[in-house]
């Protein structure tokens, strides 16, 4: 399901202040300068109960000879392809351009929601000279300013109106309740780490092209794996590079398919280069999946090209549990995909943590054994008052959710949190599994 947000416009609109601003963090460069935008970048926004992708685009200019420019005039183009809903940023300062209208051509081409946006629109004047735009012939327009985020809820609103909404259980036809069934796989990793030959091992035939060029998966690939009575739907995505090497536009492409993989994935694995190790960008895709709340296995794989002794595996492995604190207690398989090493082992894993994923816990059993934990660990006071927690029962929703009932909710501190969620997957087998905890006042 698409819920992909792209900002497009020419450059110095203030369309990286207008994402910064809707994510709610200062993620992509603010500068002045023309231009200072060179990737897309990507971000999550929470409005009104729905989570949706934003992607922030370079400055587009037409008919500029600058290589770079033409590159950004690309990537807003795919963005535009891959998008749900399209802001179209325009400055009222400046009024109508050139390059506005250029830009306003290819979105009416789009077929896709646009929605304009006059930014820098602080005070009367300004919401005045800002009709002027309903000449680039948009049926609707916002006028707002992202510097001090006047007019963005309005704006949220009416995104959020347009992204598809998920059905309820009620509103599901027998056909969808059964794909629901159906455990969706994503398996995510740094570009040639053996994910599409990992599917074409399980499968026992060459479903996805594997060959020794980094980036060969361009798309996500699906298949419906049916054997040894477990079924299953694998999503290949292609590898995600680090920022830094993301030059190609297709690369780029490939990224936000394989975010919304991960969107769309029950379990997903997260494929990592023994010779290698966790890397920054892995531990940036474990975060994403943490993020999105969804069941996780880790898997080593070209674990053969490594020298090992009788403690190599136990040492890797608690210096990778190690980097994933505080969520360390998820499945970790070494595989070697070539040799077929421990790769059906995998399904196992996969069956254990989507089971997990759907696990619920009576109120009885949760109370007896989590009240004893919190009794023998307490949380810690904050400045003199006594935290209490007097209840605990779980909530029905997709990731395992607990609602603790406790005397001063606002005070439990995070790192207790965490020791929580660890008990809970200690106790109820939630291994690999993304908790969420909410604390309300009893």
């Known amino acids: 399901m698409n819920k992909t947000v792209a900002i497009v416009g020419r450059p110095n609109v203030g369309k990286s202040t207008l994402f ?56 807003v183009k795919i963005a535009m392809e891959e998008a749900k809903v399209i802001l ?22 789009s077929k896709k929601d646009v929605l304009l946006v006059v930014n820098k629109v602080d005070n009367t004047k300004r919401l005045h000279e800002s009709a002027e735009f309903y000449g680039l012939g948009f049926s609707e327009m916002f006028t ?7 007019g963005t809820g309005e704006l ?25 069934a159906i455990p969706k796989v994503a398996i995510i990793g740094q570009p040639n780490v053996g994910k599409s030959s990992l599917v074409n091992a399980l499968m026992g035939e060459e479903r996805n092209i594997v060959t020794d060029i980094a980036g060969t998966t361009r798309d996500s690939i699906y298949s419906e794996y049916n054997k040894f009575d477990k079924r299953l739907v694998f999503i290949d995505t292609a590898g995600i590079r680090r920022k830094t090497k993301v030059h190609e536009n297709l690369e780029f492409y490939s990224v936000i398919r394989a975010i919304r993989s991960i969107e769309e994935a029950d379990v997903v694995l997260l494929m990592i280069d023994a010779q290698s190790g966790i890397e920054a960008q892995d531990m940036s895709l474990f975060k994403i999946v943490q993020r999105r709340r969804k069941a996780i296995v880790i898997i080593v794989n070209k674990w053969d090209l490594l020298e090992k ?7 890797y492995e608690a210096r990778l549990r190690e980097k994933l604190a505080p969520f360390s207690d998820v499945p970790i398989l070494f595989t070697s995909v070539t040799e077929k090493q421990r790769i059906f082992k995998l399904l196992e894993f996969i069956e ?91």
């Open 352 to 442: 254990s943590v989507s089971q997990a994923q759907r696990r619920r816990i009576s109120t009885s059993k949760l109370n007896d054994i989590m009240l004893k934990v919190i009794e023998s660990t307490p949380p810690p006071s904050h400045r003199g008052t006594f935290i209490k927690i007097k209840y605990i029962t779980q909530l029905h929703a997709y990731t395992p959710t607990f609602a603790f009932f406790c005397n001063h909710p606002k005070y439990v501190p995070e790192n207790y949190k965490n020791f929580l969620k660890n008990k809970l997957r200690e106790n109820f087998d939630f291994k690999g599994v993304n908790i969420n905890l909410l604390f309300k006042e009893k």
């Open 309 to 315: 002794d009788t403690n190599t595996m136990k040492e």
């Open 144 to 150: 707002l300013s992202s510097i001090s985020g006047s």
């Open 20 to 75: 910064n601003r809707l994510i709610g963090e200062r993620k992509a460069i603010v500068d002045d300068i023309s231009g200072v935008t060179r990737d897309r970048i990507y971000g999550e926004v929470e409005w009104n109960g729905m989570i949706f992708d934003l992607i922030d685009t370079g400055g587009y200019v037409d008919s500029s000879q600058d290589v770079f420019e033409k590159a950004i005039k690309e990537q």
């Open 156 to 180: 949220l609103d009416s995104v959020v109106e347009k992204l598809p909404k998920d059905k309820h259980e009620d509103e599901l036809t027998e056909e969808e309740i059964e794909a629901l």
């Open 88 to 109: 179209f940023v325009v400055d009222v300062t400046t009024g109508i351009t050139a390059l506005d209208d250029d830009v306003a051509d290819m979105l009416r081409k």
